[in-house]
């Protein structure tokens, strides 16, 4: 069955600085993986999407990109905010889609001041 | 905007309970979703629902049952509460359509004790 990692937990970084954080997956390629923000006691909320034949997407502060050979999509958001800190989850569509996703456990951003 | 509606943001139940939790959306998606979420354990999917009457079993809906008696509410139902089900409980919906994003809910922080 797909199994989808995020290899950080928590990742602190600087004002200013560059956030990336990594997604992989383990078995075939979906046809598109999306990444979500989740505010502590809230419900997530959809950022982007990129699809299978998409190397990039960008949206304001933030870009996507999927790597179908390493089976991994990074995330990253430049000029990072301490608004930037909440907890970012990426998901693939699975089980016949129809909008069944498998949610990785989620990399918790803090961005210090 | 899509809204999805929890009717509670915080339960307090007791063992042995029957327990209800509801869900409604505004945007006549055909597509709704009962997650779990737990830490270290993600989102969780119990059950769905892609019609009026039609439901799906998850991949954890042992001690869970639903409703989806109107297109815009689903419901969740703990037939019996148990302490185990202590968790963040968060609805979602998507248009069929597109498939791809889901919108979600404020989750419902369901304590049993």
């Known amino acids: 069955s797909q199994k989808i990692e995020q290899n950080s937990e928590a990742l602190n970084i600087q004002e200013g600085k560059t956030a990336t954080l990594t997604c992989n997956y383990t078995?075939?390629?979906?046809?598109?993986l999306q990444w979500y923000r989740q505010d502590p006691g809230r419900g997530p909320v959809f950022l982007l999407l990129i699809r299978e034949n998409e190397k990039e997407k960008r949206k304001e502060r933030l870009k996507v990109t999927f790597d179908t050979t390493l089976k991994q999509s990074l995330f990253h958001i430049t000029a990072s905010q301490p608004a930037d800190s909440a907890t970012y989850l990426c998901a693939l569509p699975y089980g016949g889609s129809q909008g069944n996703l498998i949610f990785g456990k989620g990399t918790k951003l803090s961005v210090k001041p | 905007d899509v809204k999805v509606t929890q009717s509670s943001r915080y339960l307090v139940k007791r063992t042995g309970e029957k327990v209800f939790l509801e869900c409604v959306q505004d945007m006549d998606h055909e597509n709704m979703f009962w997650y779990r979420q737990d830490p270290g354990l993600g989102l969780r999917l119990i059950y769905f629902?892609?019609?009026?009457?039609?439901?799906e079993k998850g991949d954890i809906p042992e001690g869970y049952s639903v409703s989806r008696e109107k297109k815009e509410r689903f419901s969740l139902i703990l037939e019996s509460a148990s302490t185990n089900q202590t968790s963040m409980y968060l609805c979602a919906s998507i248009h069929s359509a597109t498939n791809e994003k889901l919108f979600f809910g404020s989750g419902t922080q369901l304590s049993v004790l």
């Open positions: 078995n075939y390629s979906p046809a598109y």
């Open positions: 629902s892609y019609d009026v009457k039609m439901k």
